[in-house]
């Protein structure tokens, strides 16, 4: 029964398109995040979301926007996709915000976008 | 800024031979250091947390150690399972407890 599990996997599309990436977590954790891990394997946080609220919104484009319906879940939606974007985008998710000092996250396997 | 640094990049080991990896840390005041595993096509796997300089944790064939200013992970007579990359990261003592990642250390154990 997977943790952390991210849809779709893989997801290929044309400049200028707008796409959604899902994640759900059946851990019962109150904390999700997305990070964004680009060519140079290099991992970086976007979005943090504690029990439906915001947290952490680092310098992301408004073209990003999360979407938390329920603490289990969120999504990201990417509207006017440029070539840029392309990278592999991880959901993860922690206990809570306060215990994310555990370091201890889980993540899904990630969606790889690339936009052409 | 906040800035985590790891080296070497990459490092190919025979199995049985064992290294160390660095991950140089420079942060504001560090609530915690990270250590993660990640394969190929997957998600990074939490291995060690540690909070304090002089700490240490061990886990089968890795010990990841703390200074106040970078930690090693230590690995000893790898074996070819152990191929991964290893990320190192930091969580700074600022007001949104966010977690920063480095850029992580290819380990490839040819058997």
């Known amino acids: 029964d997977t943790a952390v599990s991210q849809t779709p996997k893989y997801l290929v599309t044309q400049m200028g398109n707008d796409k959604s990436i899902k994640c759900e977590q059946n851990?019962?954790?109150?904390?999700m995040y997305w990070y964004k891990q680009d060519s140079k394997k290099f991992l970086k946080i976007m979005f943090s979301?504690?029990?439906?609220?915001?947290?952490i919104n680092e310098t992301v484009p408004n073209r990003f926007s999360p979407k938390s319906p329920d603490k289990a879940h969120l999504n990201l939606h990417i509207n006017s996709l440029e070539l840029g974007d392309s990278a592999v985008y991880f959901c993860?998710?922690?206990?809570?915000?306060?215990?994310?000092?555990?370091?201890?996250?889980?993540f899904g396997e990630g969606s790889r976008l690339t936009v052409l | 800024e906040d800035q985590v640094t790891q080296s070497p990049e990459a490092l190919r080991l025979q199995e049985g031979e064992s290294s160390s990896l660095n991950c140089s840390y420079t942060v504001s005041g560090l609530r915690g250091l990270f250590w993660y595993r990640q394969d190929p096509g997957k998600g990074p796997e939490f291995l060690f947390t540690l909070y304090s300089a002089g700490e240490e944790k061990e886990k089968e064939r890795l010990k990841a150690t703390l200074t106040k200013k970078e930690s090693f992970l230590h690995i000893t007579a790898p074996k070819p399972e152990d191929s991964a990359t290893y990320l190192c990261a930091v969580q700074a003592s600022d007001r949104d407890d966010k977690i920063i990642f480095g850029k992580g250390t290819r380990l490839h154990i040819l058997p």
């Open positions: 993860a998710s922690s206990q809570d915000m306060w215990r994310a000092n555990t370091g201890e996250l889980f």
């Open positions: 851990l019962g954790h109150d904390t």
């Open positions: 979301y504690n029990n439906k609220e915001l947290i």
